[in-house]
């Protein structure tokens, strides 16, 4: 394997607060904008160094756009392509203790407002643009006038998708699919939770991936559960833990292999906060499971409905 495969998440760093799990552990007390943009520079310097080429952001996550075009703009860079979503706003105005972090807007007018933004501080640097979290229920998946205009991005060069979340991810990636504007399909590009705990969505995207979409992986450390110190005593958690442990890896290189290990996959995020988390997922490029080390770790897949109602419950902090 190789750390071209490899991408770098800013949704932990972007922003004061998220879900992810140890983030006192990890941040401590240095969330401004200046400290965090110091950290974020300081994850994509080693991502950089280490064969890593593509970036993912989003409008919601905080500043975590700006950061990486202020880094892009400082190291001079023209080799690194950047993925950004549109579809959710930061609210959280940097208060740790904000009641509601971002709003969900899938709307036309949401566009043509979150666009222009994203296209000024990246421009050229950036390769695809998603809707952020795309589900059936929004109807941005049938909205004719919105596809139409995601279509021009499409014939600027900029590859266009959606994110997934929830239970019926595998719905809204087949939904996505078989939207056409101009006899042309709009969405080529998608970025899905698939990790040990959950693969629902697995024969989806090796769908989307046969009719020629890239794939990118998010989550698989599922949001810290599968991370050195994550367990919470369920059953999937406990056994990834002891395969990793039996074959002297750690539980997030395990499960980073196991996402790289899917032919299907474009590029696996790395959602590091730290230097040393990032470095645990860049030495999981290079391992290759044997195929019944991977069987015996996907029997850690929990019920699909209950891992996204655990996945909503869980703490900003």
Same mark, same amino acid.
């Given at each position: 394997?190789?750390?071209?495969?490899?991408?770098i998440?800013?949704?932990?760093?972007?922003?004061?607060?998220?879900?992810?799990?140890?983030?006192?552990?990890?941040?401590?007390?240095? /969330?401004? @904008?200046e400290?965090?943009?110091? /950290?974020?520079?300081?994850l994509l310097?080693?991502?950089?160094?280490?064969?890593?080429r593509?970036?993912?952001?989003? *409008?919601?996550?905080?500043r975590?756009e700006?950061?990486a075009a202020h880094?892009?703009?400082e190291?001079?860079l023209?080799?690194?392509?950047?993925?950004?979503?549109?579809?959710? /706003?930061?609210?959280?105005?940097?208060?740790?203790?904000?009641?509601v972090?971002?709003?969900?807007?899938?709307?036309?007018?949401?566009?043509r407002?979150?666009?222009?933004?994203? *296209?000024?501080l990246?421009?050229?640097?950036?390769?695809?643009?998603?809707?952020?979290?795309?589900t059936?229920?929004?109807?941005v998946?049938?909205?004719a006038?919105?596809h139409?205009?995601?279509?021009?991005?499409?014939?600027?060069?900029? *590859?266009?998708g959606i994110?997934?979340?929830?239970?019926?991810?595998?719905?809204?990636?087949?939904?996505?699919?078989?939207?056409?504007?101009?006899?042309? @399909?709009?969405?080529?590009?998608?970025?899905v939770?698939? #990790?040990?705990?959950e @693969?629902s969505?697995?024969?989806?995207l090796?769908e989307?991936?046969?009719?020629g979409?890239?794939?990118?992986?998010?989550?698989?450390?599922? #949001?810290? *559960?599968?991370?050195?110190?994550?367990?919470?005593?369920?059953?999937?958690?406990?056994?990834v833990?002891?395969?990793?442990?039996?074959?002297?890896?750690?539980?997030?290189?395990?499960?980073?292999?196991?996402?790289?290990?899917?032919?299907?996959?474009?590029?696996?995020?790395?959602?590091?906060?730290?230097?040393?988390q990032?470095?645990s997922?860049v030495?999981?490029?290079?391992?290759?499971l044997?195929p019944?080390?991977?069987?015996a770790?996907?029997?850690?897949?929990?019920?699909?409905?209950?891992?996204?109602?655990?996945?909503?419950?869980?703490?900003?902090t």
């Open positions: 394997m190789s750390t071209s495969r490899l991408g998440g800013l949704a932990a760093v972007g922003r004061p607060a998220y879900i992810t799990g140890h983030r006192s552990a990890d941040l401590g007390d240095g /969330r401004t @904008p400290q965090l943009e110091a /950290r974020t520079h300081a310097d080693a991502a950089y160094t280490s064969g890593i593509y970036v993912d952001v989003a *409008r919601s996550y905080g975590a700006e950061f880094w892009l703009d190291r001079g023209s080799d690194v392509e950047v993925g950004s979503k549109w579809g959710y /706003r930061y609210v959280g105005d940097w208060d740790m203790a904000a009641t972090h971002e709003v969900k807007d899938h709307s036309l007018a949401a566009f407002e979150q666009w222009p933004a994203t *296209r000024a990246l421009g050229q640097h950036l390769g695809r643009y998603l809707v952020h979290s795309a059936l229920d929004t109807g998946l049938a909205d006038a919105l139409r205009e995601l279509a021009a991005l499409r014939e600027r060069g900029v *590859r266009v994110s997934t979340s929830g239970p019926r991810q595998a719905d809204a990636v087949r939904a996505a699919l078989d939207v056409m504007v101009d006899g042309e @399909p709009l969405f080529t590009a998608f970025q939770t698939w #990790n040990l705990l @693969p969505a697995g024969r989806a090796a989307a991936a046969d009719r979409a890239q794939v990118v992986v998010k989550e698989s450390v599922a #949001n810290g *559960r599968l991370a050195p110190g994550g367990s919470d005593g369920t059953a999937g958690v406990d056994l833990a002891a395969l990793a442990a039996a074959q002297g890896l750690s539980p997030d290189q395990l499960a980073v292999a196991a996402a790289l290990a899917q032919p299907w996959a474009w590029r696996v995020l790395s959602g590091a906060a730290t230097p040393a990032l470095a997922h030495a999981a490029a290079d391992v290759a044997d019944g080390l991977l069987e770790a996907m029997a850690a897949a929990e019920d699909s409905s209950a891992y996204w109602a655990a996945r909503s419950a869980r703490p900003w």
